[in-house]
């Protein structure tokens, strides 16, 4: 099978379950969001994915061929995360340099625009960043390195809206041009929701969810208005959810609406992703 | 003047402006929203009310009483910020009480029971929070603390969308009973829109918009459809900012729109704050 393919993943720590027995194919030329709650597995998968991690059981394969301590493989994939591995006294543009030593078709000149198009000053030291702009140096990493499959893990924390919304334009800019497989794992999923074909939803170690984003919304809708009127629609149906606000209720259903058995003054829309992420993966 | 006034404040650190003559009041029993992009000054602003920092001019008063070095008065205000003020290696529990020592009213008992419904246990340390759970320890503070003034800087970093609900939830639940000034320092600007009243835009070190959401929101409207016919519509206008899309355009206004000489087939809405608020502060 072409692409990314994890079979059977297993990995625990001390007590904890991180991923149980994941199977999973990220395909070529794809945008996904990998959506989880904190602590659901999410940077465990993609340690795994990117080698900095082994897994209990199961293997991770690229194009068939497994991942692990495989240096050819390696170099197709690149992984921004919460740690940075650069050194920390290294200069931006130094790490720029040093990224092409790895990663060949990394584009430095396209990284010094970005920089100052971000305004992130490349004179600046790894480890002098801010929150903010620690992630918008990792972010430019990812969007020059040019390999086929490119995971973001956390690509806007901390990042004000104007550079957020300047990030997912560079991501579908460079997509649009040349296109790659790009796995962005986010907690601002309303916002992502119109930059990803595919959703994998994770929870407690496990997929919940792998379809595309306009299956996924259209499996479910909501129901609001006067709460006596949507509990007497949702009886019987299959509710994932409520809010309550006085006498307001609003409820998400699974399923297609049924119009004819709906109460007067009810208002039905589409379910928002991030609202139906939340009912799904809610305790 | 009752309330926190910032009187002519302003602050430089080397060869930046950080506040330039500041003036501003945060009036009792209100939630503010205030924003401004990575670097324009709102934690400068919120380090100065809270005596962690001094102003190079102008003063900061509490009820008419100048706060610096005013016991009294920083005792009705807490700040939770990126920097966490705790030893490090002291748990959770601990820091619960060590926090009434200085804070009389704050409600240990409650703060427990949030730790539970965020799922943050109190005997980890608090050196060994994840960014997310780092985070919810530090508004389950805020949230317990019962002070008259309130200041969050960036409540939700790291948190997922389920736990950043339940943090507005909480918010708005202590408000209903109990009203208190919350200032909201945030990126995630859609999402607080409901809950903010008021709205405070700073812009390299100063105040550009200081009104409610409402009045502000009232202010813009946006235009959609072909590029040509928005390009007629807008010539002349109050433009503060485009978007293009293949043909298509979005155009952002301030003031009222003008439906006798709007073309055919163009689709007119509100402006949304986070897209009003990139227009304002892209540079």
Not at 155 to 182: C, I
Request: hydrophobic content about 35%.
């Amino acid at each position: 099978m072409s692409g990314i393919e994890l079979r059977g993943v297993s990995k625990r720590f001390k007590d904890v379950t991180a991923l149980d027995n994941v199977t999973l194919n990220f395909e070529e030329n794809k945008i996904y969001g990998l959506l989880g709650r904190n602590g659901a597995g999410k940077s465990t998968m993609l340690n795994i994915i990117s080698n900095r991690l082994f897994p209990d059981e199961g293997e991770v394969l690229l194009d068939g061929q497994p991942v692990r301590e495989n240096d050819m493989a390696q170099g197709q994939i690149f992984l921004i995360s919460e740690k940075t591995l650069y050194p920390e006294k290294m200069k931006i543009k130094e790490a720029f340099k040093w990224t092409q030593e790895f990663y060949p078709d990394f584009d430095v000149e396209k990284a010094r625009s970005l920089a100052e198009e971000f305004g992130l000053s490349d004179k600046k030291k790894v480890d002098s960043l801010s929150t903010g702009y620690e992630t918008i140096f990792k972010v430019i990493l990812a969007l020059c390195v040019n390999v086929p499959y490119v995971f973001f893990d956390e690509p806007v924390l901390g990042l004000d809206a104007n550079h957020r919304e300047l990030f997912y334009k560079h991501l579908l800019t460079k997509y649009g041009e040349d296109p790659f497989t790009a796995v962005i794992s986010t907690h601002l999923i309303e916002e992502v929701s119109n930059v990803i074909e595919e959703i994998v939803i994770i929870k407690r170690g496990k997929i919940i969810y792998n379809e595309s984003r306009d299956e996924l919304l259209g499996k479910g809708y909501t129901v609001s208005g006067n709460a006596g009127r949507v509990d007497s629609y949702i009886k019987g149906r299959d509710v994932i959810g409520t809010d309550s606000l006085g006498g307001l209720k609003t409820a998400y259903l699974l399923g297609r609406p049924d119009r004819g058995s709906m109460p007067e003054g009810l208002e039905l829309t589409g379910m928002d992703l991030q609202k139906l992420f939340i009912q799904l993966t809610n305790e």
